[in-house]
């Protein structure tokens, strides 16, 4: 490494989430639109060669050493395991997100490629509500997906869920006896002004603060270190484990955030509310060296803002939607 990918506010930035599609199985209503997506055609997606030339710049030159591949949804992106293992050469932290539907079919093969984390998204233990949310009855393919993982030798296994307030909010103690009981990491993600139907308003995210003392009020909990990771995180004093919670809203992590994004049809993002992105799908065609892609990059990254400022007037809702940013 000869260089660090640093901001104006000294942020130095290590962590890239990469999308490998836009398109996805599921249509989760506070992602993506019933219908309506315009996909992205195959041939503006970034090739696995052109994903792993970026990645090997970035890894190379600015030391980052975590890559998370996400979508739409990633396992729908054909010969995924040949791009995990052209990845996990990099010798990386290399973790995938996945809604989990089709993860029994493909599991082994990513494990075997090199994969070696794994975060499946699940919002509901009710088989009605699942289809209400996902428009989609394949609650029992997630949880197969999951315990697939577990078989698999993924360690850990965490299992995301987006908390929405008169939505999911009653099933909290649900999913951490689930994670408890099942030896998974559950992740529980305030939810963010990123649905393609614009359904989110304040009053429906349920703050890290409110799960923390529901969860509190029935386990003993104690807060862990936290790094750089978004996740603030406790463990249960009883030895059953650790739990998560994504704060965007209400604690926003700005001030220590060290992600960059790549999206599917090469445009690279300096933070998941950025306003602005940076073509680099146009500079890989166009012949640029290595020199050129990683000036942009660093220029890219020094643009960066102090942070989202969701919730004030200054906010600016970003045009795409989670699914086509990857999360
Ligand atoms: N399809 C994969 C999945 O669902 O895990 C990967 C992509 S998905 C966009 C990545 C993560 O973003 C998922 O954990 C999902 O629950 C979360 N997500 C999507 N929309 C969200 C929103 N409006 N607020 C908070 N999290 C959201
Ligand atoms: Fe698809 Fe994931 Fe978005 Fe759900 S959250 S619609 S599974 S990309």
Known sequence: MSEQLIDTFGRVHRDLRISVTDRCN????YCMPEEGMDWTPREELLTFEEIERLARLLVDR????????????PTVRAHLPVLIKKLADLGVDLALTTNGATLRLVAHDLREAGLKRINISLDTFDRDRFIRLTRRDE??????????????????????CVVMKGVNDDEILDFVRFGRD??????????????????WSEDKVMSQAEIVELISAHYAIEPLERGSAPAARWRYTDGGGEVGVIATVTEAFCESCDRIR????????????????????????????????ADALKGAVHDKWAGHQIGQVHFIRPKKSMSQLGG
């Open 182 to 199: 099942n030896g998974v990491v559950v992740r529980f993600i305030e939810f963010m002004p990123l649905d393609a139907d614009e359904i």
């Open 139 to 160: 609650l029992a393919k997630v949880l197969d997906g999951i315990n697939a993982a577990i078989e698999a030798g993924f360690e850990p296994v965490k299992v995301n």
């Open 262 to 293: 790549l999206t599917a049809e090469g445009a690279f993002h300096n933070c998941l509310f950025a306003v602005k992105n940076y073509d680099m799908r146009a500079m890989l065609r166009g012949g640029a060296t290595d020199d050129e892609i």
């Open 62 to 73: 600015f030391g980052i050493d975590g890559i998370r591949i996400t979508g739409g949804e």
């Open 26 to 29: 599921f249509r989760c209503t």
